[in-house]
């Protein structure tokens, strides 16, 4: 006999697990009750519907792709973070992409769109920790800013292109080095910080 999930958090492994196994379309309130061993209405004591279910399995996933060591917003090193970040998408996203978005189109437009909705909530707190980080990072020099090059669209900037880096599957070290050169000080000559 299974034991039975005591507690949310356990219920919500029990439902990643599903959801990776056999896609998050087949993820239900029924499935997660009968595969944890508890009664249905304890399951809707957590999750009152399908689409909470859904959506606290995304929101799972967002979380520890932008939570952790690899975020830490105090370490004002903005190429070493971007290059953390990036290897964390990397890392997560291409299970994300196997396990559940091939699964999106099953669900109904009201869980589609909150699923849009954390993704959007989740990129711009990645945003702002990146532009926390920059601000901390004192190997900036200071006078590369202007009205036009500022810090918050510099992050914008650095955001877009790793996701492209991401999408095309490439190697961010050029991108790391043309960052390090905008907005760190470096020798004209060579290239090396100074």
Do not use: C
């Amino acid at each position: 006999m299974k034991k039975s999930a005591t507690s949310k958090e356990e219920l919500l492994a029990i439902a990643k697990e599903i959801a990776g196994r056999e896609g998050i379309g087949n993820l239900n309130i029924r499935r997660l009750a009968s595969e944890s061993g508890i009664a249905i209405g304890t399951v809707y004591n957590y999750y009152p519907s399908k689409g909470d279910l859904i959506g606290a399995v995304m929101e799972d996933f967002w979380r520890n792709v932008f939570h952790g060591s690899h975020f830490d917003t105090e370490s004002g090193d903005f190429i070493g973070s971007v290059h953390d970040i990036h290897f964390r998408l990397r890392e997560n996203l291409g299970s994300f992409r196997e396990e559940f978005l091939k699964e999106m189109e099953v669900l109904s437009q009201t869980d589609q769109k909150r699923g849009r909705e954390l993704e959007a909530f989740y990129l711009g707190h990645m945003k702002e920790g990146m532009l926390r980080i920059l601000e901390r990072d004192n190997r900036v020099a200071p006078e590369v800013w202007n009205e036009t090059f500022t810090p918050e669209r510099f992050v914008s900037f650095a955001f877009s292109n790793m996701v492209l880096l991401l999408k095309n599957q490439e190697d961010p070290a050029y991108f790391e080095e043309i960052m390090r050169r905008l907005i760190y000080k470096t020798d004209a000559d060579t290239g090396k910080e100074v």
